[in-house]
């Protein structure tokens, strides 16, 4: 038997753009329980809401699943894009392919490189995540002495990544462009560690406020 959690997730799939009273109806669960799962689920990041005007009066609040939702249940998306990788691959030479991917990630950062070069590195840590997270990452980053590390805690391209590694060139171009300096991948969750981590030595650091 399913869980409420999973029936609201399945309920959003088959009905996108649902108010609590249209979840608690399918559900059949009171508004208050539906509203405290669906606090949850986009803490979880697996749930959005957006204001939406109907007739007359305040507009509501309808919710519908994010990327990170949808990949719960099963699709043809992830089938379909591991196909058109593998074909590129085979028509383009590899290096082609990690360009192709690299410029993706500099046209991308170059909306915001220029913007966050004068800021300090821990502001500019912060615009790196939030530009990320729209693209679907959660990163956090700390400091390790004098050297800044990124985590990746999630990544939109985990499953694409299982096939074709060649995508996680994306993130780490995206973030050194960002910074105007090269940054050192010194873990990889493909590679079996917890997180995919980037190194910012102090030194590198120093050179980008030159």
């Known amino acids: ?11 959003l799939l088959n009905n ?26 986009q803490a979880d990041g697996m ?8 007739g007359v009066g305040r507009p509501r609040l309808v919710y519908f699943l994010t990327e990170k939702g949808l990949e719960r249940f099963p699709t043809r998306y992830l089938t379909l894009t591991n196909r058109l990788l593998s074909q590129i691959k085979e028509t383009l030479p590899e290096p ?14 170059g909306e915001y490189a220029h913007k966050i070069q004068s800021l300090p590195m821990e502001q500019k840590l912060e615009t790196i995540k939030e530009v990320l997270a729209d693209e679907g990452f959660n990163l ?10 990124i985590y990746e805690v999630s990544c939109p391209y985990y499953h694409v990544g299982q096939n074709h590694p ?6 780490q171009t995206l973030i050194s462009a960002m910074l105007s300096i090269p940054v050192e991948k010194i873990g990889c969750v493909l590679q079996g560690d917890r997180y995919c981590t980037y190194l910012i ?3 590198t650091e120093k050179e ?3």
């Not at 082609?96 to 950062?109: D, G, H, I, S």
């Open 166 to 171: 060649e995508v996680c060139v994306v993130d």
């Open 96 to 109: 082609t392919v990690n360009q192709l991917f690299a410029q993706m990630a500099k046209e991308l950062a």
């Open 140 to 149: 956090e980053w700390d400091k390790e002495g004098d050297n800044y590390q």
């Open 16 to 41: 996108p753009r649902s108010s609590i009273n249209d979840l608690a109806d399918a559900v059949g669960i009171n508004a208050i329980s539906v509203r405290h799962h669906l606090t949850n689920l």
């Open 1 to 11: 038997m399913k869980s409420t959690r999973e029936r609201i997730l399945q309920t």
């Open 47 to 54: 749930v959005a809401a957006e204001e939406e005007r109907h």
């Open 201 to 203: 030595p102090a030194s």
């Open 208 to 210: 980008s406020t030159k």
